[in-house]
């Protein structure tokens, strides 16, 4: 199992602004995934990040728009730049062993 | 590219027996997974069915047919507590350990 420590839970922020992710995993894992949801929809994978590497990005989604950084193999960033209100959404960290993915609690962004 | 199908409600009452429906579309299969959300909460994992069959785990189900690339979520003896929403997910095309996500079944339980 793994346990995903994600902050901040929520956050209010100004359009133009960025702000940056955290996610923390108590063991070490190759890989980390970020997602995007937005209320009541499903998980939209942004991103994979991996150790020693830039991140994987799915279409749609650009490394200016959601830079990641992968410092070691427990702790991931993601930052959302230049933000829209478009951007409100929650994001959630998540990482897999074995068939089985857990997840951070998730922030809940609202850009004003 | 990847789409996963699943109906966006159901509604049932406490005690009766839920099936949630999951038609996939993908050229390469790893398997499929249930996961349950609750409002404000993280998803959790729930089964993960690599072979045709039944899989059971208390109350909960989970069966799969690669020939029709569908499957399904059984929840039986429901409680209220089972209200959530639950999403079953498939690995990516590219045999990567991301996973992709249906768009999610909300199931809500009447007393």
């Known amino acids: 199992s793994a346990v995903i420590s994600q902050k901040p839970s929520r956050d209010i922020c100004q359009r133009g602004t960025s702000l940056t992710i955290q996610c923390q995993v108590d063991?070490?894992?190759?890989?980390m995934f970020w997602y995007r949801q937005q209320p009541g929809q499903s998980l939209t994978l942004i991103a994979t990040?991996?150790?020693?590497?830039?991140?994987?990005?799915e279409s749609g989604f650009v490394i200016d728009k959601f830079p990641i950084s992968r410092p070691n193999l427990t702790f991931s960033t993601l930052t959302v730049s230049n933000m829209s209100p478009e951007d409100s959404s929650i994001y959630l960290c998540?990482?897999?062993?074995?068939?089985?993915?857990?997840f951070g609690q998730g922030t809940r962004l609202t850009v004003v | 590219g990847q789409s996963l199908e699943q109906p966006s409600e159901v509604t049932a009452v406490e005690g009766a027996i839920v099936q949630i429906n999951c038609t996939y579309q993908?050229?390469?299969?790893?398997?499929l997974s249930w996961y349950q959300q609750h409002d404000g909460g993280a998803p959790t994992f729930l089964s993960y069915?690599?072979?045709?069959g039944l899989e059971e785990t208390g109350r909960f189900s989970s069966f799969l047919s690669r020939s029709d690339s569908y499957g399904y979520l059984l929840l039986q003896e429901l409680q209220m507590k089972d209200s959530a929403s639950y999403f079953c997910?498939?690995?990516?095309?590219?045999?990567?350990?991301?996973?992709?996500f249906g768009s999610g079944t909300r199931l809500l339980v009447r007393p």
């Open positions: 990040a991996n150790q020693g590497s830039e991140a994987t990005y």
């Open positions: 997910a498939v690995r990516g095309e590219d045999s990567s350990y991301k996973l992709i």
């Open positions: 993908t050229s390469g299969f790893y398997g």
């Open positions: 063991s070490q894992v190759t890989m």
């Open positions: 069915n690599a072979l045709d």
């Open positions: 998540s990482v897999r062993t074995g068939t089985e993915a857990f």
